[in-house]
């Protein structure tokens, strides 16, 4: 069982940047893939990076360049730091752990319960 609580959301201009980050509570933290997702009003929960136990990451394709995954093992967090945000970034961002660091939402067996981020133009 993983239970896990983001934060560092909020509101903030276009351009700006902002760093979420995610706690993990349980032992075998280090052995998921550590994901983020994020959800617009009126959309379907979207895919937005993903880093494996081991280090590696892959990110979608509209924020590639722009945001970085990380984890620490060590303190059981896994950090999202968004860089250049647009107003298309605004959205409730989910954490999420799972045995596989791939981009699909149903492969993810814990969720956080979302931080809100919104950018204005």
């Known amino acids: 069982q993983v239970q896990l609580v983001e934060s560092g959301g909020g509101l903030v201009q276009a351009g700006d940047s902002l760093r979420l980050s995610c706690a993990a509570s349980?032992?075998?933290?280090?052995?998921?893939?550590m994901g983020w997702f994020r959800q617009a009003p009126g959309k379907e929960r979207q895919f937005v990076a993903v880093v494996s136990w081991s280090g590696g990451n892959t990110y979608a394709v509209s924020v590639k360049g722009r945001f970085t995954i990380s984890r620490d093992n060590a303190k059981n967090t896994v950090d999202l730091q968004m860089n250049s945000l647009k107003p298309e970034d605004t959205a409730v961002y989910y954490c999420a752990a799972g045995r596989y660091a791939i981009p699909v939402r149903t492969a993810y067996d814990y969720w956080g319960q979302g931080t809100q981020v919104t950018v204005s133009s």
């Open positions: 349980g032992r075998t933290f280090g052995s998921y893939a």
